[in-house]
Nanobody
């Protein structure tokens, strides 16, 4: 059974950093693409960042230059380093593991709140 479990969310002040982690089990981690999405109240889920099996990355326009996605294949874990956080980054952050259209898995989400 594939398990995707985000952690690391919380309440932080504007400008502070935060790092999210997402260990994955039950699937060969090195062959899956990983991504972070987020969803704010009343908004659609939006792409934050992706990292392919080979390590290439892609970011949403709103987080470019502030967020960094990385993966550790030895630990079967993907990370999202978030710097210079803004109140508009407040959302539930979801980890996604994608191998193909039949193997597409989501975590339960972790809340990130940026507020003074």
């Amino acid at each position: 059974q594939v398990q995707v479990a985000e952690s690391g969310g919380g309440l932080v002040q504007p400008g502070a950093p935060l790092r999210l982690s997402c260990p994955v089990s039950g699937i060969i981690f090195s062959i899956i693409h990983m991504a972070w999405y987020r969803q704010a109240p009343g908004e659609q889920r939006e792409l934050v960042a992706t990292i392919a099996t080979g390590g290439s990355t892609n970011y949403g326009d709103s987080v470019k230059g502030r967020f960094t996605i990385s993966r550790d294949n030895a630990k079967n874990t993907v990370y999202l380093q978030m710097d210079s956080l803004k109140p508009e980054d407040t959302a539930v952050y979801y980890c996604n593991a994608y191998a193909n259209r039949f193997q597409n898995f989501w975590g339960q989400g972790t809340q990130v709140t940026v507020s003074s």
